[in-house]
């Protein structure tokens, strides 16, 4: 099926999935976000819909796993932050006397470290770090989903041994 004529398809579905995305959202500007998610990763997989099936289903699922998705993001950053907030004065009298160079030594090793990863572990980990799931990744790079939980596996080990200095140094500044 042709771009065009699938984009015709799911058009026809926007009202239905605007309902759908208020049911998930409860505000018509997050809603409109979530429904333009949807329909850029439904065309990005076009290739996999199945002629013939549910394509509102299908429609809805991609919605629900992307408002899913999005909500662990938020969650996650909301931690970082709250764990942020509740610094002790001891702990900022320590940072207040570090600089802006230690942070970027950092960067840069870790930049160095992912650089020195094989291709085949780099990929799967940088796309989980942003936030994609095992079988998005899966698919996306066209490799198993056990593959993909391996070679994410080995990076982790890969990045922990290369970047141990710093994780040894967070214990003697404590």
Do not use: C
Not at 42 to 54: I, M, P, T
Not at 93 to 98: C, G, P, V, W
Request: proline share 2%; no cysteine.
């Amino acid at each position: 099926m042709k771009t065009q004529e699938f984009s015709a398809l799911i058009y026809n579905n926007t009202d239905a999935l605007h309902r759908h995305a208020m049911r998930f959202t409860a505000d018509s500007d997050d809603a409109n976000d979530l429904i333009q998610d949807t329909l850029i990763k439904a065309l990005r997989f076009s290739h996999q819909f199945e002629k013939g099936s549910d394509l509102k289903a299908w429609l809805f699922v991609i919605m629900k796993n992307t408002f899913i998705n999005d909500y662990r993001k938020k969650t996650k950053r909301a931690s970082i932050i709250t764990s942020e907030d509740n610094i002790s004065s001891s702990h900022l009298m320590q940072s207040a006397t570090r600089n802006a160079g230690e942070h970027q030594f950092l960067m840069r090793d870790i930049q160095l470290a992912l650089s020195k990863l094989p291709e085949a572990y780099r990929i799967p980990f940088i796309r989980y770090f942003e936030g994609f799931k095992y079988e998005e990744i899966a698919t996306e790079l066209n490799i198993p989903l056990g593959t993909v939980k391996t070679h994410i596996h080995q990076a982790r080990h890969l990045l922990k041994k290369q970047l141990k200095n710093y994780k040894d140094d967070a214990f003697r500044s404590k």
